[in-house]
């Protein structure tokens, strides 16, 4: 029977033995490589334990930097919820990633692998963390370990995306973030995570509002418009980046730190009773329906769908503002749904990318008879995120609504619904086209069967998978929150 | 032997430094100064444990001479965080001095760099560790004379380095001429010179318009030598065209050293109920602090020279300084000394950094180090650590020095400055993420001269970047040292 402890720190060790790992084998690839995703199995076998059992009050401190700030983790449920998502899905990423590459010819395959383990490192880490400060630490960890990746072109564009991606996230999170860091620091005079939060009798309640700012703003993974270029500009960097961001950690890890911050420290009870995340509900609304709109205008299949995943985050953002338990399950729910969905879509126009070399969309028409499984796939992952039933997007956005209604925020209703209409239309236009459209003449969709490699074609079924299985058994990844 | 330390500080690197002129070897001159910086880093360290463990300071009476009649030595909680600082940086530039200098200087000057070096060192360590304001000014002249001779020595490799270094004696002498004025002021008022007791008779006489114009005089003339904003155009041409070595020293210590100086007259001698410290020196360290901190970090985000760009940068630094200082509460001191002492590493290790490059190159520009990071990895992942700290990422020195500085303003309820604060030390991104981009992600031009490193070269630099990623993780000692300190200027109590 392995201690609570012990997993902790296997999900906080793992990724940077793989890392290690990475770099000490790299004169092998198919021995660097296959270590990755053999360690990636046990983080994710780690993480479903952990999740599983649940928190059962286990804190540890790493180390103690100042007489009152330490690095510390402390499991719960959202975080376990977080860890089990980039757990899971790291080591399908993984293997994605070697097919991808190798299919794609990539140079410079151990500096990615070897940033690719770091990034999920920081992940676990802001998924465990116990604390604000401990967040914050690998929240720029993060960011920092994953720009190499983004660049990993070295072209041009990729150095323009680098520095949008890396200006958009480290501005706003050492001016906004850091700055409600040490706002709740001084105010509560703690930064441990605590449930029913630490902030309520602490602070004047007109200040509410202005401190949730530094958060929903600061926080850029989340990429609440207007600060939601980084996302698309980073659409240069590899696919396989393109899932790390949008799936298993980057957006995540936004949307999670919204969540947890809104829960853990600011309490749910206490921003419901003082009304203060009002406005956040207008401007989370307003993401949802102009990232919808923006991404029906884009032919790039990566570019619309860096914009559906900047509405979708809205949803989750949506979900803290509703500052009520079921909307806030229903947003937790959401991190797991929309990343097994999304990175089905990714994978897919990996792979569409690997075996084909196109982008756009409209030299897609018919291409869907060529590669069935992967577009089958890309048909689940795109209603899952519609919210159609039997996959487990149907369920988070179930509960969002249910949230809403809660709080007699009719116009939010409306909101999710108009939104899920947009989201039918740009998604199901790709698949529709693939399958039905007469493949143009002397386009690549003229030919016979013709699916990527198998190391991209596994992972992308599996997470397809995943969204059904996430329907049927949803109680098992359902939280409750209290006040 | 013990009791003597606090003098042995000083008077080691100064005895040491006429010796050091007579040795005509050119090793055997940098083995010499290497071996005495070394004792002066031991000695400052055995002063740090003395005053940290037993919590009261050391007063050391020179000949046996009691005050106020004779000189004091006073080492405090606050002399030894500044104390190890400026012998630490000393000890690890002269280790990298061995080849900066062989490099740059020519080898018949060698004996008298060194002699220029001790002096430099001698005098700062004076000015931190004297009791009295006339000696304060004694030593200040000893470093700043032979800082001026050591920056004019960068003009083997480019003439501009003489311009630079009469700049920086012209304005160097304004200021200690301001402060000696001031100095002046107080005696007549006062008719003593001992720290202790001035601050002591002071009191009787606060209300003085002639106090009021000491307190501004000597403000002005270390506002100088600290190159607050407006006060600092000497600073960028003395360290950019001052020999490597010479640089990385001054930008590490020597405006540190007269921030030290400053805190340590206007809060210890004249103290927080003086009129004009509480009502007049705040708002102006504050504004002026902030107004720097801008305009530093603008000009280095658009300055091409690695040397200049981090010479800019250390104004915005020295901004930060003087907001910690500004804000009038034990809390914003300690973060002031705290930024003091981190600054002091990642500055250190960034110019010892770039003084590999600029050996090879002659100028370490933005041109000269693209595609570097495959050639001079090490080096250049010392400049990436640095910058890194100077932006203040979190498990560098530098977020610990944020982290205190914007809690300090939030305490004292200066919302807007904190906001401004941490809009200045965002923007630090853009310069430093310009050299990354640089060196990593562009290809090393056609016909560029390849560049090199070996351990020796970049080791230095990374003995402070690994003292930088040390006090960003384990931050307490130096908290309580600082907390400790501040609140010696607050008269005990917060």
Redesign the interface.
């Known amino acids: 029977m392995l201690h609570t402890e012990t997993l902790v720190y296997a999900l906080l060790g793992l990724p940077l033995l793989a890392s290690f790992g990475v770099l000490l084998l790299r004169q092998w690839p198919n021995l660097r490589d296959g270590q990755a995703v053999l360690i990636g199995l046990l983080t994710a076998a780690c993480a479903i334990t952990l999740f599983a059992r649940g928190a059962d009050g286990t804190s540890l401190t790493l180390l103690a930097m100042t007489p009152s700030l330490s690095i510390s983790f402390t499991p719960e449920p959202l975080g376990l919820l977080f860890a089990l998502v980039a757990g899971c899905l790291w080591p399908l990423a993984t293997l994605y990633t070697i097919g991808y590459l190798r299919g794609a010819h990539e140079d410079n395959q151990t500096r990615f692998m070897f940033f690719y383990a770091i990034a999920i490192h920081a992940a676990m880490a802001i998924a465990l963390s116990g604390n604000l400060l401990t967040l914050f630490v690998f929240y720029e960890i993060l960011t920092f370990s994953t720009y190499p990746l983004v660049t990993h072109k070295g072209t041009e564009d990729a150095r323009k995306a680098g520095r949008v991606y890396l200006g958009i996230l480290v501005a706003s999170s050492v001016v906004f973030l850091l700055f409600g860091v040490i706002g709740v620091w001084v105010i509560a005079g703690t930064l441990d995570f605590t449930a029913g939060g630490i902030l309520a009798g602490k602070i004047d309640p007109i200040y509410v509002p202005l401190l949730l700012g530094l958060f929903a703003f600061g926080i850029g993974k989340a990429a609440l418009m207007p600060l939601h270029r980084w996302l698309p500009a980073a659409m240069v960097a590899p696919t396989p980046v393109s899932a790390l961001l949008h799936a298993v950690a980057v957006v995540k890890a936004g949307v999670f730190t919204v969540l947890k911050v809104v829960i853990y420290i600011f309490g749910l009870d206490f921003l419901s009773s003082t009304g203060a995340s009002e406005w956040l509900i207008v401007v989370a609304s307003f993401s949802i329906l102009a990232a919808s709109i923006v991404a029906m205008r884009k032919t790039n299949l990566k570019a619309r769908l860096a914009y559906s995943t900047v509405s979708q985050l809205g949803y989750i953002v949506l979900g803290a503002a509703l500052a009520s338990p079921l909307a806030a399950s229903g947003a937790a729910l959401h991190i797991a749904t929309h990343a097994a969905g999304k990175i089905t879509l990714f994978f897919c126009a990996g792979a569409i990318y690997v075996a084909h070399h196109l982008n756009d969309i409209k030299d897609m028409d018919g291409l869907g008879r060529r590669m069935p499984i992967t577009y089958g796939a890309f048909a689940l992952g795109a209603l899952s995120i519609i919210g159609v039933p039997p996959l487990g997007g149907a369920w988070s956005k179930f509960m969002l609504m249910g949230g809403a209604l809660d709080g007699q925020h009719m116009l939010v209703l409306i909101v999710l619904m108009v939104s899920s209409l947009l989201n039918l239309v740009y998604l199901g236009e790709i698949v529709l086209r693939g399958f039905f459209a007469p493949a143009k003449a002397g386009s690549v969709a003229q030919g016979d069967y013709a699916e990527a490699p198998w190391a991209c074609v596994v992972p992308l079924c599996v997470t397809a998978l995943i969204s059904i299985m996430l329907f049927f058994s949803v109680d098992f990844f359902i939280l409750k929150f209290t006040g | 032997m013990m009791q003597h330390l606090p003098i042995l500080q000083v008077i080691v690197p100064l005895m040491a430094a006429p010796l050091v002129a007579l040795l005509r070897g050119r090793e055997i001159a940098w083995l010499a100064t290497f071996v005495v910086t070394g004792v002066a880093f031991a000695i400052s360290l055995l002063l740090y444990f003395q005053v940290s463990e037993s919590g009261t300071r050391l007063v050391y009476e020179l000949g046996g001479w009691a005050a106020p009649l004779g000189i004091t030595y006073v080492i405090d909680a606050a002399s030894v965080l500044v104390l190890p600082i400026v012998t630490g940086i000393g000890f690890v530039v002269t280790l990298a001095a061995r080849h900066l200098v062989t490099a740059e200087i020519d080898q018949r000057d060698h004996a008298l760099f060194f002699t220029a070096w001790l002096l430099t060192i001698a005098g700062m360590l004076g000015q931190v560790t004297t009791g009295d304001a006339f000696n304060i000014f004694v030593f200040l002249e000893i470093s700043s004379l032979s800082a001026y001779a050591l920056v004019a020595m960068g003009a083997g490799r480019d003439r501009r380095a003489l311009p630079a270094a009469f700049n920086y004696l012209i304005l160097g002498t304004v200021g200690a001429t301001f402060y000696v004025i001031g100095l002046g002021l107080l005696y007549m008022l006062t008719g003593t010179l001992n720290l202790d007791d001035l601050a002591v008779r002071l009191a009787d006489i606060e209300q003085t318009r002639a106090a009021y114009m000491a307190m501004a005089f000597i403000a002005l003339g270390l506002f100088l030598k600290m190159a607050l904003f407006p006060l600092h155009f000497w600073l960028v041409p003395a360290y950019s065209f001052a020999p490597s070595a010479v640089s990385a020293l001054m930008a590490a210590t020597a405006t540190k050293v007269s921030v030290y100086v400053l805190v340590r007259l206007m809060f210890g001698v004249f103290g927080i109920g003086f009129v004009g410290i509480s009502q007049g020196l705040g708002t102006v360290l504050l504004t002026l602090g902030i107004i720097g901190a801008f305009v530093g970090t603008l000009a280095a985000i658009i300055e091409t020279d690695l040397k200049k760009l981090f010479a800019q940068s250390s104004i915005a630094q020295l901004g930060y300084m003087a907001i910690g200082i500004g804000i009038m509460t034990p809390a914003g001191l300690a973060a002031a000394f705290i930024h003091l002492f981190n600054h002091a590493l990642m500055k250190g290790a960034l110019f010892l950094a770039i003084g590999v490059i600029g050996a090879q190159t002659g100028r370490a520009t933005m041109r000269s180090i693209e595609g570097a990071g495959r050639q001079i990895p090490m080096t250049m992942t010392a400049i990436l650590f640095g910058g ?1 700290a100077l ?5 560098t020195a530098g977020f ?1 020095s ?2 205190y500085l ?2 300090a303003l ?2 004292s309820d200066l919302w807007i400055l ?2 401004l604060t ?2 200045s ?2 923007l630090a ?2 310069y430093v ?1 310009k050299i990354v ?1 640089a060196a990593w ?1 562009k290809p090393r031009p056609e016909g560029a001269p390849d560049l090199h490193e070996t351990p020796i070269m970049w080791l230095p630099a990374w003995l402070l970047v690994v003292a930088t990623i040390g006090f ?5 000692p130096l ?2 040292g600082a907390m400790q300190a501040a609140m010696m200027f607050f008269g005990g109590q917060s």
């Open positions: 890194l932006i203040g990422v979190p498990l610990i944020k982290l914007i809690r939030l305490e904190a906001g941490f809009i030390s965002a991104l853009a993420w981009e992600l960003g993780i384990f931050a307490s908290i309580s």
